[in-house]
Each structure stands twice: as C-alpha cells, then as structure tokens.
C-alpha cells in the first residue's frame, strides 16, 4: 500500500475520519489499490499521516461495513476481491433497450405539440408581467394563515375549500358562471384540469373537435389519450360551428372569450349555434376562459357556462395568465353529475396543488388583494397592448389583428415573407415571437406572428420592434 496518494486536509470542514475514509475508497475503486493488497495497519498509518488510532480505526469500520476491506485476524486488513468479480461481469455488452408503456409512447408523441416556453425574453405570449407580481402581499397571506395541522395533512383533491368559494364568487360576479363551491375543482395547472378531465370523460377513439389553428398543449392531451381529433376553422367570429356538420363528438374545445392564438371573440350568433349542437347531439363543452380578465373594450361577452340551459359545459380558468405561472393552480367548474368521478380520478392521480398554496391564495381573494391586482394589471396590459400596435403599425411592414382582450395580437406580415423564418431570426435575436402558421393542423394557413405584450415594457417593446423590422 502507497500513502502518498493520501491527501489529508486539516483544515477542511470535513472530519478526518470521513477524509480518510475517502481516499481509501477511491484508491481502491481507481485500482490504485488492487484487490487482495494488505493495507497499513492502524500504527503504521499513524506514523505516516499524523492520525489518531481512533480516526483510523473508524474509516476502517466503514469501509469493512462497505465491503471494500476485510481483516483477518492476527494477520492483517486487505483490499477486498470484489473488484476481481465485478471486472469479470463488466464485459462489453449492447445496451438493452428501453421499454416503456403505450400510455408513455403516446405522450412522447403528444410532446411534439405542446409548447411551454420558460425564458423571459420580449413579447413571449401567454406570460403576465412577472416582475409586477405582489410578492409582498401575496407573502404577507402566507404569513397570516393559522398552520395547524389541517394544514400538513394530505390536501382535499378537490382544493382547498375557502378558495373554492372564493372562485366561485369571483365567477359569479364578473363573469356570469353560477355555480357552488361544490362543483369547483381545483387543479394543478390548466394542463392538469385538461389531463383530469380527458382522463375522466374519453375513451380511446372517441371524437374531440379543437380550434384550427389551435392551443398545442391541450391537443396533446387529447392526444395522449388516444382520441381522434378533429380540428374546425376559426376565423375573425371564432371557430366555424357550421363545420360540424353533423359530426357527434364526446367533447368540443373552444376558447370563445379571447382565442388562441388568433385573439377572435366567438361572436353570440355562433356561442347559441355550439350550445345547440351540444345540446343535439349531448357532447361536452370545454370552455377555456383562461385569460378573461383582462378585457379592454369595458364589454366583456358572458361566458358560454353563463348562457347554457344544459349541464353540458365545462369552465376552466387559471391564475398562471392573472398571476404567475409558476403557482401552478388552475380550477374547472363541472355538472354535479361529474363530481364524484372527477374526485375519484383526482384521488388516485395525486396531482393537486398543496394546500398552503391554495390558503394563501385564498387569503389575497378574501383581503380584495387579487381583485385591485386585476384592475391595476388591466390598465398597465392596456396601455402596453395599445404602445405596441402603435409602435408596429407606425412603419407599415406589419398589420395588427387586435382584439383589444387578453395579452396577446396577431401581427401579420407581408406576403412572400415567411412567418417560421421570421421567428427563427427572432429567436437568434433574442426575441420570442411564435409563427402563428405553427399553430395550424390543416388547411389554409394565416402568415404572422404571436405577439406577447404583457410582459413586456414598453421601452423594451419599442427596441424588440426594431429589430423585428430589420428581420422583415
């Protein structure tokens, strides 16, 4: 055996019995030390590295108990021949492949289509303003709960009930949903509230019908449980019910308040004709209203949930658009026909958001916190929303398609002029600028791009702008 391999530090925070014990190992793990090697005994090393019998004697023990040595009474302590086997096994082999389930086969593919871009870069669409957030609130409601131990306990899959409540009656003042605490669930994100909801209502082949063009993400839900998908045309009145036909689906996923990615507002006319063609043919509605509210036009349209005679409509909304994403609680508004299935699912998928998340959030609802944070946001997003049209139409190259809803516009460019090459560019430049052609699953296909205005100051929009227009 070679000590001076052996580096002991004296200094180190770490104790010298676990140093020891270390460098013994890696010495015998490198071959530094062969197999069947007599180690130094406890004398000897204290000799040559200064140690104390007992520092000695411990990395010892640990190493024995390891497997890496074994001692021989009244003869000595070797390197254990364990490496000899294990290097007479490790002869080069192919590697075997993977094999993993259907179900996870199925999401791998479904990956292709979602997107969930995380660098906050200019105009990024679907992210609020981040660095706008009330942190300071938003940690003072964390402080003023009571941490019982309710609290630690395993969270209700259904949510915290008083900030079910409090969604309930947020929904029921500004946006017409009468419903109860009891039919409010609560999700972890709004791709957890999908996933619950396709988990719980389709079977595989079943009929979905999507917007065309699209939101990817829930596609690729829909997808992953094997449904058929079948998209229908959206344009300036939202998407096209009359392209049903007389297509009977298990569910219809729409965005009627603000479409994504297009901004269209589903005008009335066609909100009566998709209730009426579920009611016809007893499919379900998922209505997304995942970025209600900010409305800049003072008229918001009520939602579908609201106009519905039936129990047929399902409500989604999130606090990902309206406050950060990275809270990761979103909630849907379900029939009580649903309930207990849904809770059921909920149950044993586990996948709910905790509940001193879902308290502290209640507690910003309950203060009045969350709804001065709306106001204020919706003048802030408006006046962002309103420079950066300004700033895009003032040089002609693009034409602004603004709903005046939401924190997105569609900014189309000129013909001949490639939207995934301007976003590729853009990218390079430091810019997130989705091609709206992207979001497209078939036919005619509109050249723009996705323009995130939320997020971004509007000094730092006008420098973004410009760049734009050099790519263009």
């Given at each position: 055996?070679?000590v ?48 104390s ?20 009474r ?9 490496q ?9 082999s ?5 094999r993993?389930?259907?179900?996870a ?17 200019p105009?990024?669409?679907g ?6 957030f ?14 019982n ?14 900030l ?8 029921r003042q500004?946006?017409?949903v ?18 619950l909801?396709a ?11 999507v917007e065309?063009?699209?939101?990817p993400?829930?596609r ?14 959206v344009d300036e009145?939202g ?14 996923y729409?965005?009627p ?16 004709a ?7 043919y007893?499919?379900w ?5 995942y ?7 003072g ?6 949930y ?5 129990a047929r409509v ?14 990761r ?9 649903l ?11 586990g996948?709910y958001p905790?509940?001193?998340v ?6 910003f609802m309950?203060?009045g ?13 408006d006046e962002?929303?309103r420079i ?5 139409c ?12 939401g924190?997105?516009?569609?900014a189309?460019?000129?013909?001949g ?12 430049a430091?810019?997130?600028?989705p091609?709206?052609?992207s ?5 005619a296909?509109r050249?723009?791009?996705v323009?995130g ?10 420098r ?9």
């Amino acid at each position: 055996m070679k000590v001076s391999g052996i580096a002991i530090h004296r200094t180190s925070s770490v104790a010298l019995n676990r140093q020891l014990t270390s460098a013994l190992r890696e010495a015998i793990r490198s071959g530094a030390m062969e197999p069947g090697e007599r180690v130094f005994s406890t004398r000897e090393l204290r000799t040559h590295l200064g140690l104390s019998r007992n520092t000695i004697v411990d990395a010892f023990e640990q190493l024995q108990a390891e497997g890496y040595l074994v001692t021989v009474r009244g003869i000595g302590t070797f390197v254990a021949d364990f490496q000899r086997q294990r290097s007479a096994q490790r002869k080069p082999s192919a590697v075997p492949s993977v094999r993993t389930s259907r179900s996870a086969e199925r999401s791998l593919k479904a990956c292709g289509l979602a997107r969930n871009l995380h660098e906050t870069k200019p105009f990024r669409p679907g992210v609020p303003a981040l660095d706008l957030f009330p942190a300071a609130q938003f940690k003072r409601c964390f402080k003023s709960e009571d941490w019982n131990a309710d609290f630690w306990d395993y969270p209700d899959p259904q949510g915290y009930e008083p900030l079910r409540r409090e969604i309930a009656r947020r929904l029921r003042q500004t946006r017409g949903v009468e419903c109860s605490a009891d039919q409010v669930f609560v999700t972890s994100g709004a791709q957890g509230a999908f996933w619950l909801l396709a988990q719980t209502l389709l079977n595989a082949g079943e009929t979905v019908i999507v917007e065309d063009p699209g939101y990817p993400s829930v596609r690729a839900t829909f997808a992953a449980h094997r449904a058929k998908i079948v998209s229908a045309p959206v344009d300036e009145a939202g998407i096209d019910v009359s392209a049903f036909g007389r297509r009977a689906a298990k569910l219809a996923y729409v965005t009627p308040s603000h479409q994504y990615p297009t901004g269209a507002v589903l005008s009335l006319e066609r909100r009566f004709a998709l209730l009426e063609w579920s009611q016809r043919y007893g499919s379900w509605i998922l209505e997304d209203d995942y970025d209600s509210e900010f409305n800049y036009t003072g008229r918001p349209q009520q939602a579908l949930y609201g106009l519905s005679q039936t129990a047929r409509v399902i409500y989604a909304g999130t606090f990902s658009k309206v406050l950060a994403p990275s809270l990761r609680v979103s909630y849907i508004v379900v029939p009580h026909s649903l309930r207990e299935s849904l809770r059921a699912v909920q149950l044993v998928s586990g996948s709910y958001p905790g509940t001193p998340v879902q308290a502290a959030l209640a507690r910003f609802m309950q203060a009045g916190l969350f709804g001065r944070h709306v106001t204020k946001m919706r003048k802030i997003y408006d006046e962002r929303r309103r420079i950066a049209a300004s700033e895009f139409c003032r040089h002609g190259t693009f034409t602004i398609h603004d709903s005046r809803a939401g924190l997105h516009f569609i900014a189309e460019l000129p013909r001949g002029v490639s939207d995934a090459h301007v976003s590729r560019c853009a990218a390079e430049a430091g810019l997130i600028v989705p091609a709206l052609s992207s979001y497209y699953y078939g036919g005619a296909r509109r050249n723009g791009l996705v323009i995130g205005y939320a997020a971004t100051a509007p000094v730092r929009a006008r420098r973004a702008i410009a760049v734009l227009r050099g790519l263009v």
